[in-house]
Nanobody, 118 residues
Framework: QVQLVESGGGLVQPGGSLRLSCAAS????????MSWYRQAPGKERELVAT??????NYADSVKGRFTISRDNAKNSVYLQMNNLKPEDTAVYYC?????????????WGQGTQVTVSS
């Protein structure tokens, strides 16, 4: 019954903005580290941003342009993407991580497509 559902993807011109959302269910959301990954065709999946209860981290390629945030009351994590570039084109995936059980556990969403093109 664990589900992560991404939304907010679409087609945008270079320099534009999108806001991705990931709604989680079936987990104690506040205890999980949440991350956004992306994967372009023919490329490996890469970590874009991570948020815990105390910190955020970003890939160098998106620093200053993307902002990750979370709303524990809504069991949701967001990725605000500004000044988008064609190289940001990818399927974006939400991931929940926890080791509260004493070992790592990961849950993944199905992804949402982001296309940056003129």
């Amino acid at each position: 019954q664990v589900q992560l559902v991404e939304s907010g993807g679409g087609l945008v011109q270079p320099g534009g903005s999108l806001r991705l959302s990931c709604a989680a269910s079936g987990i104690t959301f506040s205890s999980y580290t949440m991350s956004w990954y992306r994967q372009a065709p023919g490329k490996e999946r890469e970590l874009v941003a991570t948020i815990t209860s105390a910190s955020t981290n970003y890939a160098d390629s998106v620093k200053g342009r993307f902002t990750i945030s979370r709303d524990n009351a809504k069991n949701s994590v967001y990725l605000q993407m500004n000044n988008l570039k064609p190289e940001d084109t990818a399927v974006y995936y939400c991931k929940a991580f926890s080791k509260s059980r004493g070992y790592p556990v990961n849950f993944w969403g199905q992804g949402t497509q982001v296309t940056v093109s003129s």
